[in-house]
């Protein structure tokens, strides 16, 4: 295995959360942050124009070869204004897979459309296709330009793939049957930065991406997303209704309703200083998911990776039989530990909502996952103090 020098580093959620020693997901600063910062400060624009913004978006343009970049204040913003421009509208549906961290509904709810949920894969925990088909074979209908659900006969408006834990799913095949079924494919590339599907980047496999710089992801800005399009006219509305649907630099005239979800100039000052680091935390990602792997062989099961994908190894995630029981052994040594995101089917806001499934595997990967530590500057002898409690398995 490689082995990394590793440079000053500063474990902010350390600071913020007292009960563990190694946290789950810590941000990386390498020094580049503060300078930037400063810059920033000195130049007096702490606000949500200036060179900061414009340089982390063109940095974004060059690393995913996406046509535009509009950044914005959250991953939640970006897929609020994704949804919006694709044409999800009150009263729709949106498909998007029962395991994904709650934003990715919730922007669905923003627009006063329905999420339908589909179940996802038994390997590789992304949203299984075969079901999603089946769905829209069985059970809607398509007339003029569009998809119906035939029993509530209102229009599947979009379809959010999620990409899980930064791994890709079949992308070819539901990018497919997307255009099959006229359905705009939205990517949820939020945990995805740095995730390869046959060489291109997550996010610009589809009419819309977004990308979240929250403080728990590879590159972070503290909070802010990004939106990723090929198509211009999306690029400019989104920018548009980012910044408060405001047509005049002159006078406050604003031609419709819009939404204050601009990116502030320091936090891209932080963002631009951390996409320059990227290649060295996806290194990091990839030698922390070798150590586990190697640890966890013929123990748990992991994630399946397609060919097709390189992932971005975000979080290292597996599954026990009893994985509460090693989240506590972990725990009392000081050592976080978490289990995927709630089946989204099964929170109060979604009782009412669809649930397309046949076994229901969101449920069972969700009570058996557990994701261990994956911070970037994860340092050898927490490795193996994690190692110690894992082999006793
Ligand atoms: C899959 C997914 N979608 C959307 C979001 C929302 O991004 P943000 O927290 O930047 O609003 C996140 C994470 O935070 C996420 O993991």
């Not at 549906?93 to 029962?98: K, S």
């Not at 819009?258 to 290194?283: C, H, K, T, V, W």
């Not at 640890?295 to 599954?319: C, D, H, M």
């Not at 994860?378 to 994690?386: A, T």
Request: aromatic fraction near 10%.
């Amino acid at each position: 295995m490689e082995h990394f020098e590793i440079p000053t580093i500063r474990f902010l959620e350390k600071t913020q959360n007292q009960d563990f020693q190694i946290p789950l997901l810590a941000p990386f600063v390498t020094g580049k942050e503060e300078i930037y910062l400063k810059k920033c400060l000195q130049s007096g624009w702490i606000t949500t124009t200036g060179e900061f913004v414009e340089a982390f978006e063109r940095k974004i343009q060059d690393y995913t070869q996406s046509s535009y970049v509009v950044a914005v204040s959250s991953g939640t913003a970006a897929l609020h204004l994704a949804l919006k421009a694709v044409g999800v509208s009150e009263n729709s549906l949106v498909i998007l897979p029962n395991i994904s961290f709650v934003a990715s509904a919730n922007a669905i709810h923003y627009c006063q459309a329905e999420p339908i949920f589909v179940d996802i894969s038994p390997d590789t925990w992304q949203l299984d296709e075969q079901l999603l088909l089946k769905f829209l074979q069985n059970e809607c209908y398509s007339k003029g330009k569009h998809t119906f659900h035939k029993a509530t006969q209102k229009r599947i408006s979009a379809l959010v793939l999620v990409h899980n834990l930064g791994n890709i799913g079949n992308l070819t095949e539901i990018q497919k049957i997307a255009e099959n079924f006229n359905i705009p494919l939205v990517e949820d590339a939020a945990e995805a930065l740095g995730s390869f599907y046959h060489q291109k980047h997550a996010g610009i496999c589809s009419k819309v991406g977004i990308l979240s710089f929250n403080g728990n992801k590879i590159v972070t800005t503290g909070g802010g997303g990004a939106i990723l399009t090929a198509d211009e006219k999306i690029a400019q509305k989104v920018r548009h209704w980012a910044n408060q649907a405001k047509t005049s630099k002159e006078e406050y005239f604003h031609d419709e309703v819009g939404y204050n979800y601009r990116l502030p100039n320091p936090l891209a000052a932080i963002g631009l200083a951390q996409m320059e680091s990227l290649d060295f935390f996806l290194a990091r990602k990839r030698y922390i998911y070798n150590f586990y792997t190697n640890i966890l062989f013929g123990k748990a099961i992991w994630q399946r990776t397609l060919e097709s994908v390189e992932p971005n190894y975000w979080l290292f995630t597996a599954l026990f039989e009893n994985s509460s029981q090693i989240a506590q052994k972990l725990q009392d040594k000081g050592i976080q530990t978490r289990k995927l995101w709630y089946p989204l089917n099964r929170l109060p806001m979604h009782k009412k909502c669809l649930y397309v499934q046949e076994n229901d595997i969101s449920w069972e990967i969700y009570e058996k996952s557990l994701s261990l530590p994956s911070s970037v500057g994860l340092q050898e002898n927490e490795m193996e103090k994690i190692a110690e409690i894992l082999q006793k398995i």
